[in-house]
């Protein structure tokens, strides 16, 4: 979320934002340019960390391998649309950096990566739909837990997924 909100502001900052919108690329093509070497990079970060885990660690997934890549692929577009998003209302990299760091440590700790979410006080249910990592926490958390009883494939993820689906359809269908 940081890089892609920096990266982006530097542009504007620069003026090289402006020269990019008036060449033949359309602006979808050059936000997906922007992003996409930060979603690659990242993911192969995420298996690197897999690789050292088990490597060093002798950890194993204990969920599924596929399930995990494409939740964390889904998280990570939502964080680096974030950064879109926080690149917008910001006019320094030095803004965006703070900001993006502000909303990052605001989803860790109420991911219940901390705090388990039932231990939160009660708050509005609504917040939990922007909140990306609230489901891939949930979800990663469920397998760890599953797998070391049964051998799990994934069904955290899909558990967590299946009630934040659900609780937004409840809400959309509220209003």
């Known amino acids: 979320m940081m890089l892609s909100a920096i990266s982006l502001v530097k542009e504007k900052e ?3 934002l402006e020269q990019l919108l008036v060449t033949p690329v359309k602006k979808q093509q050059l936000m997906a340019g ?22 060093i660690f002798k950890l194993q ?4 391998y596929w399930l995990l890549m494409l939740f964390s692929g889904i998280y990570l577009f939502t964080t680096l649309g974030l950064g879109i998003l926080i690149s917008t209302k910001v006019g320094t990299q030095q803004q965006a950096m703070f900001f993006s760091w ?5 989803f860790i700790l109420l991911s219940g990566f901390f705090v388990p979410v039932r231990n939160m006080p009660p708050r509005d249910p609504m917040d939990q739909l ?3 990592s609230q489901p891939l926490h949930d979800g990663v958390k469920g397998d760890s837990d599953q797998g070391q009883q049964s051998g799990a494939t994934g069904k955290g993820i ?3 997924s299946k009630q934040w689906l659900d609780h937004l359809q409840y809400k959309c269908n509220q209003l």
């Open 34 to 55: 922007k992003l996409v070497p930060y979603l690659i990079i990242t993911l192969a970060q995420l298996q690197v960390a897999i690789v050292m885990a088990g490597l």
């Open 158 to 160: 899909l558990d967590s």
């Open 14 to 16: 620069l003026g090289t």
């Open 102 to 106: 502000f909303i990052m440590v605001i």
């Open 130 to 132: 922007f909140q990306p």
């Open 61 to 64: 997934l204990a969920g599924s």
